[in-house]
């Protein structure tokens, strides 16, 4: 194995281990706070979505310290241990019950963790996803890295999804086998961050050479990435494709549970096929995005995505043959609308004399996308409260026809809408990308 595809393998390995409280949360929190909680569904959204809202306020900032501590010494290597650091610490915490029957104290202790979690994953993916950017020495270097941390997160996240049921039944089911789950992925989350704090090496040195005053302030810098109209309707695109996924991911518990009607946390036949047809996306990612342009291949994942998900609503309702071909489909787009939307933001923020650093659009870009997500569980949380879906509630013709209608507009309404802006966006003309970018620039016409 070449030193590069060791470097990629670990990079790959060090986004993994930071994804897995975030996807633990997305996937089962809002289920386990209903049903052992003892918390109902809409005090819950508001437990999932405080700490997104938090973030969002703390990711822009983060992302100035992160470009701050690039000059200082250890770079921003110092953030990333100290946030893997934090990370593997408050990953036993995410599912532990307090002892205390008090539902409105339960409900704190999930915000804090919550926000702690949130706090800990921006300060580690801004500075991890910048440290690829600047240590790459090139385009193609670059997405090599930005693709390995993708296909090994999606990949390691399926082995999650089959593994999380197996481990909560090993630890004896309800709160004790939550727990014992958590507690179970912490050594391999802690390796696979050793792995990539040594990939992400030294600071590179194409980084900034100098950065302004400390007194420079923050709001400045804000105002100025307005007139990047471009990375805007990017920003509002990405939103609608996280508020849809994140609805998509909170209610897919109850889709397995009342709509398949199968174990709530076995859901290997619901999101697998979504999950092992993204890592089949990725690869295919950059030729097609060479062939179409970026442009071009945005408009055709969200279309694509937004099919495959009416789809595997249809399969999840009333046509279950169509559970794989239709989450294959989903995933398909998923996988590579991951890698175009990264590359998209990080190539719009480059433009020539652009005063405003790359943390700081990379803090708007983590906290929208979390903003995004955090919106689409309070979406899916608010209509579980409106259903009257709770803690042990039967399954009934009416309360089934009520969750399948709530699961088709919840994530499929706001994917239409960023289909929608992203044909109506205006995407910035480039020339052709060079012989050494694996990605073309945003907008730029496909190569002859």
């Known amino acids: 194995m070449t030193r590069d595809w060791r470097q990629s393998l670990a990079f790959g390995l060090g986004a993994a281990a930071a994804s897995w409280p975030h996807t633990l949360i997305a996937v089962y929190l809002l289920f386990f706070l209903t049903e052992y909680a003892g918390i109902n569904p809409a005090l819950a959204g508001l437990v999932l979505a405080a700490p997104r809202i938090w973030d969002m306020a703390m990711d822009i900032p983060v992302g100035r310290l992160s470009d701050r501590c690039a000059h200082g010494p250890g770079g921003r290597r110092r953030l990333v241990l100290w946030s893997a650091i934090a990370l593997s610490s408050l990953l036993p915490l995410t599912f532990y019950l307090p002892p205390t029957d008090n539902v409105w ?14 706090s800990a994953f921006s300060a580690f993916s801004v500075s991890y996803m910048v440290l690829a950017d600047e240590n790459a020495g090139g385009h193609t270097r670059r997405n090599v890295l930005i693709a390995a941390a ?3 997160t999606v990949a390691f996240n399926v082995a999650l999804t089959a593994l999380a049921p197996k481990l909560i039944a090993l630890g004896g089911d309800g709160p004790d086998g939550y727990l014992f789950m958590s507690l179970a992925l912490l050594p391999p989350a802690v390796l696979f961050f050793g792995f990539g704090y040594r ?3 030294q600071e590179a040195g194409n980084a900034p050479a100098a950065w302004p005053p400390r007194h420079e302030r923050l709001l400045p810098q804000l105002r100025s990435t307005f007139g990047n109209r471009a990375f805007w309707m990017l920003i509002g695109i990405l939103l609608c494709h996280t508020l849809g996924m994140g609805c998509l991911n909170a209610l897919g518990i109850y889709a397995n549970k009342y709509l398949l009607e199968r174990q709530a946390e076995d859901l290997v036949a619901l999101l697998s096929p979504i999950a092992v047809a993204a890592l089949v996306g990725m690869p295919l990612a950059v030729p097609l995005a060479n062939r179409l342009g970026i442009a071009t291949a945005i408009k055709l994942g969200l279309g694509v995505q937004a099919l495959g998900l009416f789809l595997l609503w249809l399969a999840m309702v009333q046509l ?7 989450g294959a489909l989903a995933g398909l787009s998923t996988g590579a609308l991951t890698l175009w939307l990264m590359g998209a933001v990080l190539d719009l923020c ?5 005063p405003v650093p790359k943390g700081v659009y990379l803090g708007i870009y983590y906290a929208v996308q979390k903003l995004g997500q955090s919106a689409g569980g309070l979406l899916a949380s608010g209509g579980l409260a409106l259903i009257g879906i709770g803690s042990g509630t039967p399954s009934t013709p009416e309360l089934r026809l009520d969750l399948a209608v709530l699961t088709l507009i919840g994530p ?3 994917l239409l809408l960023g289909f929608w802006l992203a044909l109506r966006m205006p995407w910035p003309q480039h020339p052709p990308p060079s012989p050494d970018s694996a990605t073309p620039a945003v907008g730029a016409p496909p190569p002859p």
């Open 105 to 118: 104290l339960r409900a704190a202790f999930f915000t804090v963790v919550g926000m702690a979690h949130a």
């Open 150 to 152: 993708a296909i090994c």
């Open 199 to 201: 990939a992400v090496g």
């Open 320 to 326: 279950p043959a169509l559970l794989i071909p239709a």
């Open 350 to 354: 480059k433009s020539e004399g652009d």
């Open 412 to 414: 499929f309404a706001p």
